[in-house]
Every structure is written in C-alpha cells, then in structure tokens.
C-alpha cells in the first residue's frame, strides 16, 4: 500500500503553502503586536479581505460540496491545507464551511442558514 502524497495533494499543499507565505505570514508581526495590547489579533474586515484572497485563490470551503462552491476535499487533503495553516500563528481559516446538519435542511433552512454561512466568514460564531 502506498502512503505516498498523489500529485494532486503535492500540488493543493504546494498552492496552499505559497498562500500561506505570501498573504498570511506578513500579517505575523502586526498580530502579535495587537496580542500583546489586548487587541483582536485580525479584525473583521482583515479577516474578510483574507478570506476573500484566499477564495480568489482557489481555498474555499474545504469539506463543503461542489454544489455550493466549495472544494469537496477529502479528510487526507484537507489536513495538507490545515498543516500548512499551522506554520503561522496567524488566526486565520479559509472559511465557506458550514455545520454538515445544514446541508440536509430544508430548501427554507438552507436558503435561511446555509448559505450564508458559507458565503460569510465561514462560522455561524462569527457572523
């Protein structure tokens, strides 16, 4: 059995890791600085403007279905990205994810709860 990366995986980590460098680590130092005076580590609207790079990118919505936008990544794949996202401290997720219960709602609940959470910061917590 082969435990070997496909190339398909080598490429997302690869992409993922070059994002991670090039959009997130930057924001390191200005983050811990913001810690240390008790200040939100990224604001709203940072948060947002990354997610939304990181959309253009290609990153969004890891486990959600190809249905509504997302990736539909497999578990293995997934933790390629996550592992590249913990080489910062930087607070940061690619969000477009949503709680699996919503994806078996009623067309009014999915409308209501949703998709708004996947197009929003991708936690309901955060909306």
Do not use: C, H, K
Not at 15 to 22: G, L, S
Not at 35 to 45: K, S, V, Y
Not at 87 to 115: H, K, M, W
């Amino acid at each position: 059995m082969d435990f070997g990366l496909t190339d398909e995986q080598r490429d997302i980590r690869d992409t993922a890791r070059a994002f991670v460098t090039r959009e997130v680590v930057p924001l390191e130092e200005e983050m811990l600085r913001r810690e240390r005076t008790g200040e939100p580590a990224l604001r709203r609207d940072e948060l947002r403007e990354l997610q939304s790079r990181a959309r253009r990118f290609g990153f969004w919505g890891m486990s959600t279905p190809e249905a509504y936008g997302g990736m539909a990544l497999p578990a293995v794949t997934q933790s390629l990205l996550w592992t590249e996202l913990g080489r910062t401290p930087v607070p940061f997720r690619f969000g477009g994810e949503a709680d699996n219960i919503l994806y078996e709602a009623s067309d009014a609940q999915r409308a209501e709860y949703l998709l708004p959470t996947i197009e929003g910061s991708g936690s309901a917590a955060s909306r």
